[in-house]
């Protein structure tokens, strides 16, 4: 992991945020807040970005660059767009990291430590904690609809050949 050369600038890492649609809301004031509880970092390949059965705090928003999602060895998914988010199930639920995540070449990402939302006066704390909810009620949504289609789709097929 190293730091980011791209983004030095305060004021350049935040217009480049606002281009994350689960940001996009915030206003340029609330980005800078939401930047004291935020990095971002840049990952060489294959270097590990989040390590399944850990716990934490953090969410990651993908910048530029791939992730690869893995389960018990199995890749399940390869994230590739400005704004895709991983680790929000284990930030949801509090259980530990369902799987791991590696970084599939130079990988930047905008890493939150929810916990540290707490810390905000109340109308800040209550609106970050809001905003971020409802994007990951929003990924998760579409992540369950994608699974229902999916078995839906497995289902008709193991039909069809019985």
Not at 69 to 98: Q, Y
Not at 115 to 133: A, G, H, P, W
Request: hydrophobic share 35%; net charge neutral; aromatic share 8%.
């Amino acid at each position: 992991m190293t730091e980011n050369g791209f983004l030095n600038d305060n004021q350049e890492t935040i217009q480049y945020l606002k281009k994350i649609p689960a940001l996009e809301c915030f206003s340029e004031r609330d980005l800078e807040t939401f930047m004291r509880f935020s990095e971002v970092k840049t990952y060489k390949e294959n270097t590990i970005i989040i390590e399944e059965n850990t716990l934490d705090d953090r969410v990651f928003y993908l910048i530029t660059g791939k992730a690869k999602v893995i389960k018990n060895g199995r890749e399940l998914i390869i994230l590739r767009r400005t704004g895709d988010v991983f680790g929000e199930i284990g930030v949801v639920t509090g259980i530990a990291r369902s799987a791991s995540v590696y970084a599939a070449g130079p990988t930047t990402c905008l890493i939150v430590r929810t916990s540290q939302i707490d810390n905000l006066n109340e109308e800040n704390r209550l609106t970050f904690k809001y905003v971020l909810y409802r994007g990951f009620a929003e990924i998760l949504a579409n992540r369950l609809k994608k699974t229902t289609e999916e078995l839906m789709d497995a289902k008709m097929e193991l039909s069809k050949s019985k």
